[in-house]
């Protein structure tokens, strides 16, 4: 089944804890990139990657990191997360840019107190 | 700042009615439109796009764009139970894809 999977789906962190949001697609995509999801902001991209080894900011790259060693796997990385980034994050992946369908993984909902 | 603009709602119609979602964007150059279908506590899913002015049907949803007045529509006719969702507008230009923050539908039995 095509699919985008992201682990975990859950995750409540402590300030400055050093966590990662794993993402992973099964269709061979080029584009991957994250979104966060907060209520009265809609979904905004934080960084995006065209292929293996290339990426780039989206709109909100601050307190984020990423890294595409491999076609199929996209990590999020947050070095030392802070209350401002409880969100709901998305991973989405598309065969290539943005002017097509994107196909989203099921979510994390991070919380950091 | 580019946007795209949607009422949050919710919209509530009456199961069999044709529910109106309307979404405007600032950015003339937008080239295409996405709707998105998000159910509670879930990810998003394509519904429809848009490329070129006028009316786009695929089943019972139509999608209509009028990129002079920056306007695009989804039109959900005989509504569902099951079509309750929230709809999410995006709007594409060279790389950023912008979305709205979504209209809540309610469509009671």
């Known amino acids: 089944e095509a699919q985008v999977t992201q682990n975990p789906r859950y995750l409540i962190t402590v300030t400055g804890k050093k966590l990662t949001v794993t993402c992973s697609q099964n269709?061979?995509?080029?584009?991957m990139s994250w979104y966060r999801q907060d209520p009265g902001l809609g979904l905004r991209q934080i960084y995006y990657s065209m292929n293996v080894e290339v990426t780039d900011k989206g709109d909100v790259p601050e307190g984020y990191k990423v890294s595409r060693k491999e076609k199929r796997n996209f990590p999020l990385i947050l070095e030392s997360p802070s209350p401002n980034q409880t969100s709901l994050y998305f991973c989405a992946s598309t065969p290539t840019g943005l002017n097509t369908e994107a196909f989203f993984g099921q979510g994390t909902r991070l919380t950091v107190v | 700042q580019k946007e795209v603009e949607q009422n949050s709602g919710p919209l509530s119609v009456p199961e069999g009615a044709i529910a109106s979602l309307n979404c405007t964007y600032s950015d003339r150059g937008s080239q295409s439109f996405f709707w998105y279908r998000q159910y509670s506590g879930k990810s998003p899913e394509l519904i429809m796009f848009i490329y070129s002015n006028g009316d786009k049907e695929d089943g019972r949803f139509t999608a209509q764009l009028n990129k002079a007045s920056q306007y695009v529509s989804l039109l959900i006719r005989d509504s569902q139970p099951s079509d309750s969702a929230t709809y999410l507008c995006a709007a594409y230009n060279t790389d950023k894809l912008i979305f709205g923050t979504g209209t809540r539908l309610q469509v009671f039995p």
């Open positions: 269709m061979n995509h080029e584009y």
